[in-house]
């Protein structure tokens, strides 16, 4: 079992950055890759980005694509997520997420683990 703790959102303007980070600890669990998804209110949870564990892969939404990077530290079991040039369509809620085993990387059902979530506020 994984346990995912996310932190570094916040309220920012338009333009601004903000980092994520992703801490993941458990014992006897795997890492194929992991990810950040998004939920807006009213909305479903959508794919953000995805970095492979033992790869430089990465996957990015079409909407954050040249904005957002995502990077991890293994031996830490970390992952983070730069974000610049934020709008505030950004606004969200972010979570972060782990897929175990082999996978896609678009969908939910591709994450075994998730975190709480860390709420990221885009001022016009």
């Known amino acids: 079992q994984a346990q995912l703790v996310e932190s570094g959102g916040g309220a920012v303007q338009a333009g601004g950055s903000l980092r994520l980070s992703c801490a993941a600890s458990?014992?006897?669990?795997?890492?194929?890759?992991m990810g950040w998804f998004r939920q807006s209110p009213g909305k479903d949870r959508e794919f953000v980005a995805n970095?492979?564990?033992?790869?430089?892969?990465?996957y990015y939404a079409d909407s954050v694509k040249g904005r957002f990077t995502i990077s991890r530290d293994n031996a830490k079991n970390t992952v983070s997520l730069q974000m610049n040039s934020l709008k505030p369509d950004d606004t969200a809620v972010y979570y972060c997420?782990?897929?175990?085993?082999?996978?896609?990387?678009?969908?939910?059902?591709?994450?075994?683990?998730w975190g709480q979530g860390t709420p990221v506020t885009v001022s016009s």
């Open positions: 997420a782990v897929a175990a085993h082999y996978s896609g990387y678009y969908y939910t059902h591709d994450y075994d683990y």
């Open positions: 458990g014992r006897s669990f795997s890492t194929y890759a």
């Open positions: 970095i492979r564990w033992s790869s430089d892969n990465t």
